[in-house]
């Protein structure tokens, strides 16, 4: 399956380029994000059924749905929650504390080799 995604006016340019990031890999030279499927093992030259290629094409869908879905998911900006602030916030005055009390250690550590009285 093959999606234009520079004519899709319905998505956010944003958007068009957080999916031009995720999936370089799958936008050929003309722009075109190509999607493929061959999850369920059906005959794909079978003109008299026409259920045969729906599997595919419905797995195809399922999957330039997960990748627009993740590129809006990436390009939204998520509030931080106040409790995890307060709690990031706790934590570096923790680790400043401990990096201190470290430096004093060693500090006094070096001042007790200096002392010249070994009375």
Avoid: Y
């Amino acid at each position: 399956m093959r999606f234009q995604l520079d004519s899709a006016g319905w998505i956010p340019e944003e958007v068009k380029e957080a999916i031009r990031r995720a999936e370089k890999n799958k936008i050929n030279k003309e722009g075109w994000l190509v999607v493929t499927s061959t999850r369920h093992r059906l005959q794909s030259d079978a003109p008299s059924n026409p259920t045969v290629c729906s599997a595919n094409m419905e797995d195809a869908l399922a999957k330039l749905q997960d990748i627009i879905t993740a590129a809006v998911d990436a390009v939204t900006v998520k509030e931080a929650d106040p409790e995890t602030v307060a709690r990031v916030k706790k934590n570096i005055k923790a680790g400043n504390e401990r990096r201190l009390d470290g430096k004093k250690k060693e500090g006094k550590k070096k001042a007790e080799r200096r002392r010249r009285d070994f009375d």
